[in-house]
């Protein structure tokens, strides 16, 4: 695996394989890996020739000074990581790499609202940073496949979005949520739970399961308030529990409003916050 700091560098490298034939997979991450990375990076060796890892803790996506300067960095065992997972190329760039114009440069597009729920309402300007950073990324590494979590469900909905609007010729592949044992989903942040706190934490992916079984013999209405009360039981304290239109992010009142309805929430854990969703419908 190389392991590339510089932009230009990594332009070359990528340039030289492209001409060569190869099919170039992305998967953009801020480190601290876990399984949940892997399986993209597996999915990206599944699909492409060449996977192209980057790891950059992005400052403009956090509105939280204390989350970004708490976020694990853990370099070295991740690089280790791809090596085993059969990443070809890591990509960790500094943040004048990233902004070289400065970190208000860059891509701003109207997301139709998509960024105004949910994260966006709680995370101010969380979007318009990743849509700045996201952007950049494909700009410099121009893959054939992105590879984003579902996890991140208003994320990857979000950069589809992008992808459309711009016309960018990039498939996204969406892969599953890799959970715990116990049902907590993987994240990078979970380190920073005590293992009561982590066990505990089942009751987010209870509660989104419930929700679902629930769907058709209850009220929105009622699932979302039990599920608030679920999720704000101490240690715990619920931000939302939303159920939404997968395709607008909108609050669905009925289940017939729509073919595709996810259920997102967040939670706080302590001073760490977790999200979670579960799609609760689909056509396919
Ligand atoms: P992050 O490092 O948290 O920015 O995540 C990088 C990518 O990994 C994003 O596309 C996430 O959605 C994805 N990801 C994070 N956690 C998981 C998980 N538990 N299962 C699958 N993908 C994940």
Redesign the pocket.
């Given at each position: 695996m190389q392991i590339i700091h510089d932009v230009p560098q990594l332009q070359s490298v990528i340039a030289k394989l492209k001409s060569q034939g190869k099919s170039i997979g992305f998967?953009?991450?801020?480190?601290a890996l876990?399984s949940?990375?892997i399986?993209?990076i597996n999915q990206a060796a599944e699909n492409c020739d060449i996977v192209v890892c980057s790891i950059f803790v992005n400052p403009t996506q956090f509105d939280n000074k204390d989350d970004l300067t708490k976020y694990p960095r853990t370099l070295d065992t991740d690089a280790q990581l791809l090596v085993k997972n059969g990443t070809h190329i890591l990509f960790a760039p500094g943040v004048d790499d990233i902004y070289p114009d400065g970190m208000d440069a860059g891509m701003k597009i109207d997301l139709n609202g998509l960024d105004k729920v949910m994260e966006g309402e709680f995370r101010e300007g969380h979007f318009d940073g990743v849509v700045q950073v996201v952007h950049r990324l494909l700009d410099i590494v121009k893959p054939d496949e992105l590879f984003?979590?579902?996890?991140?469900f208003q994320?990857?909905t979000i950069i589809q979005y992008m992808i459309d609007l711009l016309e960018m010729p990039i498939k996204l592949v969406v892969?599953?949520?890799?959970?715990e044992d116990h049902g907590l989903?993987?994240?990078?942040r979970n380190v920073r739970l005590s293992p009561e706190m982590r066990e505990k934490a089942a009751i987010l992916y209870k509660t989104l399961k419930s929700a679902k079984r629930n769907l058709k013999k209850k009220p929105v209405s009622e699932i979302i308030e039990k599920s608030m009360k679920k999720l704000s039981k101490p240690p715990f304290k619920a931000e939302y529990f939303k159920i939404v239109n997968g395709h607008t992010l909108r609050d669905i009142k009925s289940i017939e409003e729509s073919d595709y309805i996810v259920a997102c929430l967040a939670v706080w854990a302590g001073d760490v916050r977790l999200i979670d969703n579960m799609i609760l419908k689909t056509k396919k």
């Open positions: 998967v953009p991450t801020m480190g876990h949940g990375h399986s993209l984003m979590g579902q996890k991140d994320q990857f892969c599953p949520i890799m959970r989903a993987m994240s990078s």
